[in-house]
Protein backbone atom coordinates (compact mmCIF):
# COMPACT_ATOMS: atom_id res chain seq x y z
CA UNK A 1 0.00 0.00 0.00
CA UNK A 2 1.19 3.35 -0.83
CA UNK A 3 0.58 6.69 0.47
CA UNK A 4 -2.13 8.23 -1.54
CA UNK A 5 -4.51 5.48 -0.75
CA UNK A 6 -3.67 6.02 2.86
CA UNK A 7 -4.66 9.64 2.97
CA UNK A 8 -7.38 9.47 0.67
CA UNK A 9 -9.16 6.74 3.05
CA UNK A 10 -8.34 8.61 6.56
CA UNK A 11 -9.35 11.92 4.30
CA UNK A 12 -12.65 12.05 3.39
CA UNK A 13 -12.07 15.42 2.07
CA UNK A 14 -9.79 13.39 -0.60
CA UNK A 15 -10.76 13.63 -4.36
CA UNK A 16 -10.05 9.51 -4.22
CA UNK A 17 -11.86 8.89 -0.78
CA UNK A 18 -14.70 6.82 -2.63
CA UNK A 19 -12.56 4.93 -5.06
CA UNK A 20 -9.75 3.96 -2.47
CA UNK A 21 -12.47 2.91 0.13
CA UNK A 22 -14.68 0.91 -2.75
CA UNK A 23 -11.03 -0.60 -4.12
CA UNK A 24 -10.51 -1.49 -0.10
CA UNK A 25 -13.00 -4.26 -0.17
CA UNK A 26 -11.76 -6.69 -2.65
CA UNK A 27 -8.10 -6.23 -1.06
CA UNK A 28 -7.29 -9.08 1.00
CA UNK A 29 -6.16 -8.06 4.69
CA UNK A 30 -3.84 -7.24 6.16
CA UNK A 31 -2.48 -4.49 3.24
CA UNK A 32 1.67 -4.38 3.59
CA UNK A 33 3.50 -1.06 3.37
CA UNK A 34 6.42 -0.20 5.24
CA UNK A 35 7.53 2.99 7.35
CA UNK A 36 8.74 5.46 4.76
CA UNK A 37 5.03 5.33 3.43
CA UNK A 38 3.71 5.74 7.19
CA UNK A 39 5.91 9.02 7.46
CA UNK A 40 4.89 10.39 3.94
CA UNK A 41 1.43 9.74 5.14
CA UNK A 42 1.29 11.45 8.34
CA UNK A 43 3.33 14.45 6.56
CA UNK A 44 0.50 14.90 3.82
CA UNK A 45 -2.39 14.20 7.18
CA UNK A 46 -0.91 16.31 9.58
CA UNK A 47 -3.15 19.18 9.76
CA UNK A 48 -5.59 16.60 10.84
CA UNK A 49 -4.15 14.85 14.43
CA UNK A 50 -7.43 12.88 14.71
CA UNK A 51 -6.34 11.33 10.78
CA UNK A 52 -2.71 10.58 12.15
CA UNK A 53 -4.08 8.84 15.36
CA UNK A 54 -6.35 7.12 13.18
CA UNK A 55 -2.98 6.20 10.48
CA UNK A 56 -1.14 5.03 13.51
CA UNK A 57 -3.75 2.81 15.08
CA UNK A 58 -4.56 1.21 11.41
CA UNK A 59 -0.48 -0.48 11.80
CA UNK A 60 -1.77 -3.31 14.40
CA UNK A 61 -1.14 -5.99 11.92
CA UNK A 62 -5.13 -7.02 11.09
CA UNK A 63 -5.64 -3.85 8.75
CA UNK A 64 -2.27 -3.17 7.80
CA UNK A 65 0.96 -4.94 8.66
CA UNK A 66 4.63 -2.93 8.24
CA UNK A 67 7.07 -5.00 6.27
CA UNK A 68 10.87 -4.43 7.85
CA UNK A 69 13.31 -3.00 6.27
CA UNK A 70 17.00 -3.84 7.66
CA UNK A 71 19.50 -1.20 7.43
CA UNK A 72 21.78 -3.09 4.97
CA UNK A 73 18.68 -2.81 2.52
CA UNK A 74 19.56 0.99 2.05
CA UNK A 75 21.91 -0.52 -0.64
CA UNK A 76 19.13 -2.06 -2.72
CA UNK A 77 16.69 1.16 -2.20
CA UNK A 78 19.59 3.43 -3.20
CA UNK A 79 20.23 1.59 -6.33
CA UNK A 80 16.47 2.06 -6.94
CA UNK A 81 16.73 5.43 -6.44
CA UNK A 82 19.69 5.78 -9.07
CA UNK A 83 17.93 3.01 -11.52
CA UNK A 84 14.79 5.69 -12.05
CA UNK A 85 16.75 9.06 -10.79
CA UNK A 86 14.90 10.59 -14.11
CA UNK A 87 11.62 9.91 -12.56
CA UNK A 88 12.97 11.64 -9.30
CA UNK A 89 11.67 9.08 -7.52
CA UNK A 90 10.46 9.25 -3.34
CA UNK A 91 11.99 6.99 -0.90
CA UNK A 92 8.62 5.68 0.00
CA UNK A 93 7.84 4.37 -3.93
CA UNK A 94 11.45 2.71 -4.37
CA UNK A 95 10.97 0.96 -0.44
CA UNK A 96 7.75 -0.53 -1.87
CA UNK A 97 9.57 -1.37 -4.96
CA UNK A 98 12.29 -3.11 -3.05
CA UNK A 99 9.71 -4.91 -0.82
CA UNK A 100 7.88 -6.02 -3.76
CA UNK A 101 11.01 -7.60 -5.33
CA UNK A 102 11.95 -8.89 -2.05
CA UNK A 103 8.53 -10.26 -1.13
CA UNK A 104 7.28 -11.41 -4.38
CA UNK A 105 4.31 -8.78 -4.45
CA UNK A 106 2.45 -7.91 -8.08
CA UNK A 107 -0.09 -6.08 -6.98
CA UNK A 108 0.26 -2.11 -5.69
CA UNK A 109 -2.41 0.08 -3.70
CA UNK A 110 -1.27 3.41 -5.29
CA UNK A 111 -3.23 6.76 -6.95
CA UNK A 112 0.76 7.47 -8.42
CA UNK A 113 0.05 5.37 -12.21
CA UNK A 114 2.08 7.45 -13.77
CA UNK A 115 5.11 5.99 -11.40
CA UNK A 116 4.45 2.67 -10.71
CA UNK A 117 3.36 2.04 -14.24
CA UNK A 118 7.47 2.95 -14.73
CA UNK A 119 8.75 0.83 -11.90
CA UNK A 120 9.22 -2.67 -12.48
CA UNK A 121 10.02 -5.88 -10.06
CA UNK A 122 11.51 -9.56 -10.48
CA UNK A 123 12.13 -9.54 -14.61
CA UNK A 124 10.86 -6.97 -15.77
CA UNK A 125 7.86 -7.39 -14.83
CA UNK A 126 4.69 -4.70 -14.38
CA UNK A 127 2.71 -3.79 -11.41
CA UNK A 128 -0.95 -4.97 -11.34
CA UNK A 129 -2.16 -0.93 -9.69
CA UNK A 130 -5.05 -0.40 -7.95
CA UNK A 131 -7.68 0.99 -8.11
CA UNK A 132 -7.96 1.49 -11.62
CA UNK A 133 -8.36 5.54 -11.88
Excluded at 39 to 56: D, G, H, I
Excluded at 80 to 97: E, G
Excluded at 105 to 132: A, C, K, M, N, W
Aim: net charge negative; aromatic share 6%; proline share 7%.
Amino acid sequence: MDTGPLVAILSREDEHHAACVEALRDLPSPLLSCWPVITEAAWLLRSSPRAVQQLLSSVDGRFLELLPLAGAEAVAIAALMKRYADIRPQLADVALVHLANREQIETIFTLDQRDFSIYRFGPRRTFHIVPEL
